[in-house]
């Protein structure tokens, strides 16, 4: 499983020379399943499942019936409050983990939803302790995966709330090219799959806000395109902006 980026490749570690600040090192640390936990898992026997665009997975509230890996498409977890209100809480990409909010109290804390054609794997939760006693080594990565992802999605709470609203679309689309990484490189090409406002219910802002900051990011000529297609242009600049709330010159 690969993700391919055009250009010279961008080293992450370079970007990070810039991330004096913690907060934002964590959030733009790569949390897929690295190639041998892939591997591993594969070999697994799972059941693929496969995701109309707007489909549920499993729901908030639900038992945890087993661990699930994203192999194609993208999908969104959201937690509903007492009112109704919907927050999204984070989007899966291939090579990522959905459903790991249940494996402490066995019951999903959100609900998550395909936000285009997707695949997912699942492993059984009756085969996985068996499976983790024997792949001792499985289990600390996924240990692993679990810590970082509730360390991201603490440290994005925190950093969001700090900053204005450039910064925050500046961190998304940083920590999007991180992630979106493969080998320690930062993608060059995104392409922003999930609605503005999807994104905007995610950073706490409007979709009007959104365009206005993603359209800031290009006339400083730190992005380029249009639409769902982007380019990162500067990389260390977008990652100053994430860091510092404002853009270098």
């Given at each position: 499983m690969s993700f391919d980026t055009q250009g010279p490749p961008l080293q992450l570690s370079e970007l990070l020379?810039?991330?004096?600040?913690?907060?934002?090192?964590?959030?733009?640390?790569?949390?897929?399943l690295d190639d041998n936990v892939l591997t591993q898992l594969a070999a697994l026997p799972m059941r693929e499942i496969k995701l109309a665009r707007g489909q549920t997975l499993f729901r908030q509230g639900h038992g945890l019936h087993g661990l699930?890996?994203?192999?194609?498409?993208?999908?969104?977890?959201?937690?509903?409050?007492?009112?109704?209100r919907h927050q999204i809480t984070g989007f899966h990409f291939p090579g990522e983990l959905v459903g790991l909010d249940a494996f402490h109290n066995r019951e999903h804390?959100?609900?998550?939803?395909?936000?285009?054609?997707?695949?997912?794997?699942?492993?059984?939760?009756?085969?996985?302790?068996?499976?983790?006693a024997r792949l001792p080594g499985l289990y600390d990565a996924l240990a692993s995966v679990l810590s970082k992802n509730l360390a991201e999605h603490e440290q994005l709470l925190m950093v969001v709330n700090q900053r204005d609203a450039s910064a925050r679309v500046a961190i998304?689309?940083?920590?999007?090219?991180?992630?979106?990484?493969?080998?320690?490189?930062?993608?060059?090409?995104l392409i922003l799959a999930m609605p503005r406002a999807d994104i905007a219910n995610y950073l706490g802002l409007t979709t009007e806000t959104i365009s206005r900051a993603i359209a800031a990011l290009r006339q400083t000529d730190i992005i380029e395109g249009r639409g769902k297609h982007l380019r990162l242009v500067a990389p260390a600049r977008l990652a100053d902006w994430a860091i510092n709330g404002r853009p270098s010159s």
């Open positions: 020379v810039y991330g004096q600040n913690a907060s934002v090192q964590q959030l733009c640390s790569p949390h897929t699930y890996i994203v192999t194609e498409g993208l999908l969104k977890t959201t937690l509903v409050d007492a009112q109704g804390l959100c609900m998550a939803t395909s936000i285009e054609p997707s695949t997912v794997r699942v492993f059984a939760l009756h085969r996985f302790n068996e499976t983790m998304f689309l940083f920590s999007l090219a991180c992630r979106l990484g493969r080998n320690g490189q930062v993608a060059s090409d």
